[in-house]
């Protein structure tokens, strides 16, 4: 069972309770949806230098962009499931989008030791496996009842039991005791209270060429709006930082889904 674009964008906004015509904040933009905040910054910006707009050039829509992004995935009938389970339990999943650049990075670093910090009902993991095939995933999650649905999606993706290690506990409890440097890739999407300090932990256990990814990272798009100060907003600013002054990674944030921050440990 394959869903057309239209519909797995639909499936997508209701799951992270985004509108399609204003995504990424819980109640949408201050602006009418055809002009998101950047362009009017834009605009601002371009008439205080004096520039002069051509009369009835039309602007770049962010929101079709946003939306042609998350459409461009075709997501295989277990995501699909998986998503579907997904909403039953109330989890909340990454976007396509951002699943195919988790399955990109496991693929590019030639991921064979993964940790996932957030099981979810498995369309991360899906994501992980698919980019590579070979890896070792440790999953971890505080929910036995996600852990089964992701059993699930496992199983009917046709992935090997041994290839996967779920584990139920705190993210940060179960990463303290795992060994330093073993570890390729590790995505942080759990147990938001303790994201700091799985952060420092992640940069134990990756081997130099490693890669952490924090999903979420523009949490709603508040992270940019300095009037934004709630503890959710404040942690990823604080996680953003983090890796900003860390010489020995190299950083990338990106606007995809909800945001993602994808920082590399610089070989030595």
Same mark, same amino acid.
């Given at each position: 069972?394959?869903?057309?674009?239209?519909?797995?964008?639909?499936?997508?906004?209701?799951?992270?309770?985004?509108?399609?015509?204003?995504?990424?904040?819980?109640?949408?933009?201050?602006?009418?949806?055809?002009?998101?905040?950047?362009? $009017?910054?834009?605009? /601002?910006?371009?008439?205080?230098?004096?520039?002069?707009?051509?009369?009835?050039?039309?602007?770049?829509?962010?929101?079709?962009?946003?939306?042609?992004?998350?459409?461009?995935?075709?997501?295989?009938?277990?995501?699909?499931?998986?998503?579907?389970?997904?909403?039953?339990?109330?989890?909340?999943?990454?976007?396509?989008?951002?699943?195919?650049?988790?399955?990109?990075?496991?693929?590019?670093?030639?991921?064979?030791?993964?940790?996932?910090?957030?099981?979810?009902?498995?369309?991360?993991?899906?994501?992980?496996?698919?980019? /590579?095939?070979?890896?070792?995933? $440790?999953?971890?999650?505080?929910?036995?009842?996600?852990?089964?649905? $992701?059993?699930?999606?496992?199983?009917?993706?046709?992935?090997?039991?041994?290839?996967?290690?779920?584990?139920?506990?705190?993210?940060?409890?179960?990463?303290?005791?795992?060994?330093?440097?073993?570890?390729?890739?590790?995505?942080?999407?759990?147990?938001?209270?303790?994201?700091?300090?799985?952060?420092?932990?992640?940069?134990?256990?990756?081997?130099?060429?490693?890669?952490?990814?924090?999903?979420?990272?523009?949490?709603?798009?508040?992270?940019?709006?300095?009037?934004?100060?709630?503890?959710?907003?404040?942690?990823?600013?604080?996680?953003?930082?983090?890796?900003?002054?860390?010489?020995?990674?190299?950083?990338?944030?990106?606007?995809?889904?909800?945001?993602?921050?994808?920082?590399?440990?610089?070989?030595?």
């Amino acid at each position: 069972m394959r869903l057309g674009p239209s519909t797995r964008a639909v499936i997508t906004a209701k799951m992270m309770n985004f509108s399609l015509s204003m995504p990424n904040t819980l109640k949408g933009y201050p602006l009418p949806p055809q002009v998101c905040p950047w362009a $009017a910054v834009h605009l /601002a910006q371009e008439a205080l230098n004096g520039a002069v707009l051509m009369s009835g050039a039309s602007m770049v829509d962010k929101i079709s962009s946003w939306r042609y992004v998350e459409e461009f995935v075709d997501e295989s009938e277990p995501v699909v499931r998986a998503r579907m389970r997904a909403e039953e339990l109330g989890v909340e999943c990454v976007t396509p989008s951002v699943g195919s650049h988790l399955a990109v990075l496991a693929s590019g670093i030639g991921a064979k030791a993964i940790i996932e910090a957030g099981t979810g009902t498995g369309v991360s993991g899906l994501y992980l496996l698919k980019g /590579a095939p070979s890896a070792i995933l $440790a999953t971890i999650d505080i929910e036995p009842e996600h852990q089964n649905a $992701a059993k699930v999606a496992f199983a009917e993706a046709g992935i090997k039991g041994n290839q996967t290690r779920v584990i139920s506990g705190r993210a940060i409890d179960v990463m303290s005791n795992m060994a330093d440097a073993a570890y390729d890739l590790i995505v942080l999407d759990a147990d938001r209270d303790t994201l700091e300090e799985q952060v420092r932990e992640s940069a134990r256990l990756l081997r130099p060429g490693g890669v952490v990814v924090v999903p979420h990272a523009l949490w709603r798009d508040r992270v940019p709006d300095p009037a934004m100060r709630d503890d959710a907003t404040a942690t990823f600013r604080d996680v953003l930082r983090f890796f900003k002054n860390q010489d020995s990674f190299v950083t990338a944030l990106s606007p995809v889904g909800d945001g993602l921050l994808v920082a590399s440990r610089l070989a030595e």
